[in-house]
């Protein structure tokens, strides 16, 4: 059964708000509240994800839980773990211009990074790397395996920007996530932290299935920049009939210029 009557109502007095600023918070009229809180009308989507950000709650906590349950700790662990701040302070290291550098993560350290991430001395022994096309923030390159998301090929170079807000993620692009059980992964995610506080893991190679990773096993995610790969990639080749097409074309245009230029000759020596 639906408790968002009284979970709009319960937010509302929690943060102290009329119906006409809670309204203007989430962008309606008021009478639009009043309706909400007395069960008369329930929130379309757009506007359940527009109150589940402002109030730091999933969705599904909006819809399924009852929220003047919640104790303080509850309400401190579950508005860090929708945004990925209930972790530590990103550890990075810094060149001797004091210039943040970019660690690489290679395939055989990959184990050790879910427990060496915030150590500086760890982060210290990882392969620096210096790309000056990047854009602001901080950096962290990743050796891919397996061939899940073909045509990046294994041992890939996967250089991504640290997401501090995980509101902030876009479904449909690419990003590292770094979790407790699956560890170091590179996936095209759909962001269903507003719905049930997961992320839809999505490989391109479509002989993998999707699979869904809760918030809370996540420790750090990398919006994909730039990749780089050993792997030079060759033109495509047309093959079968379309070769043979194209080869049939071809000749008929060759055929045809070197008719044009005997007639064009011959037209010459005749002095027409």
């Given amino acids: 059964m639906s408790n968002i009557s009284q979970n709009i ?77 209930r972790l530590r302070v990103l550890a990075f290291t810094v060149d001797s211009e004091d210039k943040e550098n970019v660690e690489i993560v290679p395939q055989k350290a990959a184990a050790g990074y879910t427990n060496g991430y915030a150590d500086a001395e760890y982060l210290q022994e990882l392969p620096k790397l210096h790309l000056p096309m990047l854009s602001t923030g901080t950096h962290r390159a990743f050796e891919i395996q397996g061939d899940s998301m073909l045509p990046v090929q294994p041992g890939s170079i996967i250089v991504g920007n640290f997401v501090e807000d995980w509101h902030n993620i876009k479904s449909g692009k690419t990003y590292v ?67 043979s097409a194209s080869d049939s074309s071809e000749l008929s245009q060759l055929t045809q210029l070197v008719q044009e230029l005997q007639k064009d000759v011959k037209e010459l020596k005749s002095g027409k």
């Fill in 9 to 85: 109502k319960f937010l509302r007095k929690k943060w102290s708000l009329t119906q006409t600023q809670f309204a203007e918070k989430i962008g309606v009229k008021r009478p639009i509240i009043g309706a909400y809180e007395e069960g008369r009308a329930e929130p379309k989507l757009t506007t359940l994800q527009t109150i589940a950000t402002t109030f730091e709650v999933s969705i599904d906590a909006l819809v399924s839980k009852e929220l003047e349950r919640f104790s303080e700790e509850d309400w401190k662990d579950k508005a860090a773990d929708v945004r990925g701040q």
């Fill in 177 to 243: 996530i770094v979790t407790e059980n699956e560890g170091i992964v590179y996936k095209r995610v759909h962001n269903r932290i507003f719905e049930n506080g997961t992320l839809l893991l999505i490989s391109d190679n479509k002989a993998y299935d999707s699979y869904e990773v809760s918030t809370e096993d996540v420790i750090e995610v990398w919006e994909a920049s730039y990749y780089m790969s050993a792997h030079i990639p060759e033109p495509e080749k047309a093959s079968g009939a379309e070769a």
